[in-house]
């Protein structure tokens, strides 16, 4: 067979200008355009500032923004109010922010940054809570590497929170191109951005609001996540990657047999043909349709994952149709660029063209026939295996056009990848949302993916990647997803148990005591692992494990409040405890705990060999989640966690909607919820959907108020628009349980 072509073409990217000693400030050689105005967004003043090129026009059109261009005019979808932009008649922008461009190629940034401040958000980092005192690459890159000072990773969300005297500010530089964030690395009280781009920008300055509110404007630009499927809401099971069709029912079997429940079986690579998406094994899945017909026989779902990479083979229909068609990213010569992933030599569509997506979208009727129902999209930074990061991190050019892997279509005109490659990912993950929306326009789509870029929420939920079985990336594992919530991405969580690396039986329960409480909840493992599954080590662990997961199914009406709240203001799932305790200094510095909603103080443990921590509880009083004698907040407290507790605090005062124990989401609708309530005043909520389809968007939800005052319990009703089944409905207080209907 005649040996395939090699790209090298990211090789020579290398041959170019890194940063050698710390420059001063460069010449500024500005000479293109640039607007300034202002608006308010959600009451949050907003200055927007775009910049072009000599020889451009404008400022590229924006994939970041609801509207999907940079003139948006706000005011449809869920922003209520509109937005009218202003010229700008402002001298100064907060924190001395300058900007300037000192190459061709080349774009920097300038602000102060207060020795109090504390800095926040910029999507999936791996240096902590606060961001502070380190340089953040973002260019979107594929690599399991991450040791803390590890950077790139595979996501790139611009957007800077600034913490300073209590109030909060943002910075967001939309642009897909590589930015390099500074934040005080020098500890002059100062930070830069470098955006190594020949196109040009905007970028928004949010001033001077509260951490909700801060959010609730950056997602009333960048858009929200829809409320999710019920059951993705629910236990995912994956590997890397079950053999064959028989494995994975046993698999299916072994859950329900055991009673731990769970509602998705997540398909690997393996699936697949040699790695030819949108096609199954003919050996290992025969009667692939069957086999998820049967999986869903036993309320499981079925996710199956799709890389971006089509196989390069002539008898291969994906790869003719694209081809024929033109879809395929090509190098600057014109011809059609080659990079090796799982399948092998493979072409890449160029996902910043409609036609293109409307194509991808296409194609997932393959995986509707199928019954599938859920797609995971791998790979898509994009990554080519053995090659490393594409553009060296020291980089300060731009290589050109011709060296930068292949050329994408922009609304502008053709553009050298490195100019958009930080929205590859996101807008693969664009075509496989609308696809599923448009092939099953009554389901919300359940859509993941590891790359990303602003916005990317209104698309899908995201996983962190590669991380190892190790106590360090359990304990990261936080920080990590309190700033991709702060990054406006909700639906969020990393593989329970590690990916890479054996785990342990004890690591293993301790990560489902925290995974229980990721918005995204799923065991994965990579080849080399040892088996992971929640009775892979003993009937101790087993037990504990099912205990988390139970639990976490238990609170499934609170969770999908969660979201709701979500769809409503922005706020994260997981957040960190300044969200509701801004006044409280010592909150501001914890990263190892985090609320869960309002009323759920999650204090997980994350040490080997641990069985006590130390747990700082904010104001008020808090109860222990499983049971026990309440303890009072604003202070910090030993307490003491066995490997089958649920680490976590309930709020004094809140009332939280309890399903019973259900093993699958297919349960969830007919079973009788309890508002179990904690203390002697208590408000809480209840919603209530279809928790399927997109209804909810039409007034079709139930949401009452919930009281407890004076020995008894009320409801309020809000909203009367879905018709339920029947259920029953209870209360419960210090021991006192009785059933209770909610008023009409
Ligand atoms: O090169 O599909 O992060 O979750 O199991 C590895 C195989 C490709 C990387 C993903 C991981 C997935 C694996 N993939």
Request: hydrophobic content about 35%; overall charge negative.
């Amino acid at each position: 067979m005649k040996q395939l072509e090699s790209p090298t073409d990211w090789l020579e990217a290398r041959k170019i200008k890194t940063r050698g000693r710390e420059e001063k400030r460069p010449e500024n050689v500005f000479a293109g355009g640039w607007t300034s105005d202002t608006t308010e967004v959600q009451g949050v003043p907003v200055t927007r500032i775009c910049a072009w090129p000599r020889g451009a026009e404008a400022a590229p059109v924006s994939f970041a923004l609801l509207e999907d261009t940079a003139t948006a005019q706000l005011g449809d979808g869920d922003v209520e109010e509109s937005l009218s932009w202003r010229k700008s008649v402002e001298e100064q922008l907060p924190f001395n922010l300058e900007w300037q461009q000192s190459s061709e190629c080349r774009w920097n940034f300038y602000f102060n940054l207060p020795a109090e401040a504390k800095c926040f958000g910029l999507g999936e980092r791996l240096s902590g809570f606060n961001l502070r005192g380190r340089v953040h690459t973002l260019f979107n890159y594929g690599d399991s590497t991450h040791v803390p000072n590890f950077d790139p990773m595979y996501k790139s969300i611009p957007f800077l929170i600034i913490r300073h005297q209590g109030r909060y500010h943002g910075i967001f530089l939309d642009s897909p191109a590589r930015q390099r964030w500074s934040l005080d690395v020098e500890l002059a009280e100062s930070a830069s951005v470098e955006l190594l781009s020949r196109r040009g920008w905007t970028l928004y300055m949010f001033s001077n609001a509260s951490l909700p509110d801060l959010l609730a404007a950056y997602t009333a630009l960048t858009g929200r996540s829809k409320l999710p499927p019920t059951w993705s809401l629910g236990h995912h099971q994956s590997r890397w990657s079950y053999p064959d069709d028989k494995t994975v029912l046993e698999v299916a079997q072994e859950f329900r047999a055991r009673k731990i429940p769970c509602d998705v079986i997540t398909l690997d690579i393996d699936y697949m043909d040699e790695y030819r998406v949108f096609t199954t094994s003919p050996e290992r899945f025969p009667n692939f349709r069957d086999t998820v017909a049967r999986l869903q026989d036993m309320n499981f779902r079925v996710v199956t994952i799709v890389d971006p990479g089509v196989k390069k083979d002539a008898k291969y229909f994906v790869y003719n149709d694209g081809r024929k068609h033109d879809y395929f990213c090509k190098k600057a010569d014109g011809k059609p660029f080659y990079g090796k992933v799982w399948p092998g030599q493979s072409v890449f569509p160029d996902f910043l063209r409609q036609d293109v997506r409307l194509w991808w979208a296409a194609l997932h009727g393959f995986f509707i026939e199928n019954g599938v129902n859920g797609i995971w999209n791998d790979m898509n930074e994009p990554c080519l295996l053995g090659q490393g990061c594409p553009l060296p991190l020291e980089a300060i050019e731009l290589p050109k056009e011709h060296h930068q892997l292949f050329i994408q279509h922009s609304p502008e005109g053709d553009v050298g990848h490195f100019e958009v490659r930080n929205l590859y990912g996101a807008q693969m993950s664009r075509a496989t949302y609308e696809g599923l929306r448009a092939l099953r326009p009554d389901e919300r789509p359940f859509v993941l993916t590891r790359s990303g870029y602003a916005g990317i929420q209104r698309y899908a939920a995201v996983w962190l990647g590669d991380n190892m079985s190790w106590w360090e990336h359990l304990a990261i594992s936080v920080p990590m997803l309190l700033n991709v919530g702060l990054s406006g991405v909700p639906f969020c969580g990393v593989d329970v148990g590690g990916f890479g690396d054996d785990c342990s039986p004890e690591l293993l329960a301790r990560w489902y005591a925290v995974g229980m409480f990721y918005p995204f909840f799923r065991n994965h493992c990579s080849k080399a692992g040892a088996e992971q599954e929640p009775w892979a080590f003993s009937p101790r662990v087993e037990d504990a494990i099912r205990h988390f997961v139970e639990t976490r199914y238990r609170l499934l009406p609170y969770i999908r409040a969660l979201f709701w709240e979500h769809v409503r203001t922005g706020a994260p799932v997981v957040r960190p405890m300044i969200w509701d305790y801004p006044e409280d200094h010592f909150a501001a510095e914890i990263d190892d705990q985090f609320l869960f909603g309002r009323d759920i103080l999650v204090t997980p443990v994350l040490k080997r060999g641990q069985t006590e921590r130390s747990v700082y509880l904010p104001e008020g009083l808090w109860h222990p989640f499983d049971g026990g004698k309440a303890l009072e907040g604003g202070r910090l407290h030993k307490v003491s966690f066995e490997l089958d507790d649920v680490p976590a605090f309930v709020r004094d005062g809140a009332i939280i909607p309890f399903v019973d124990q259900i093993q699958s989401t297919d349960e969830y609708e007919l079973t009788p919820i309890t508002f179990r309530i904690w203390g002697d005043k208590a408000i809480g909520l209840y919603l209530d959907d279809d928790g399927i389809s997109f209804e909810y968007e039409e007034d079709g939800y139930n949401e009452w108020l919930l009281r407890w005052e004076n020995g008894e319990f009320k409801s309020d009703l809000v909203n009367f628009g879905y018709i339920a089944p029947q259920r029953e409905y209870y209360f419960e207080h210090a021991g006192r349980k009785e059933r209770v209907s909610l008023s009409r």
